[in-house]
């Protein structure tokens, strides 16, 4: 059941970004102005919570991605995929 539920959110998620790709690279110019207006807040809310918790604890290791046997220090993949995305990128997304 919980492989059926996992299966059907990464579903959608995937089916959401989709859409979304669709519409920028498809609609008219008022159209993108429109979905900027909604959706970069969105997009920058879900990285802000994404990065929340991925944050470094007081040990310096990465809560989300450490595990019991196998600690990962911080920044970790997630924050390095941030970093790419958000701050290093030399041209546009997706090149």
Known sequence: MAEILASTMCDAVYGR???????????????RAALADTEIFRMTAAWRDLLAAHQSDEHGRCPECSGWRRPRRHPCSVWATAHQHLIAADGPLGA
């Open 17 to 31: 970004l989709a859409y979304l790709d669709r519409l920028v690279t498809g609609a008219d110019e008022p159209s």
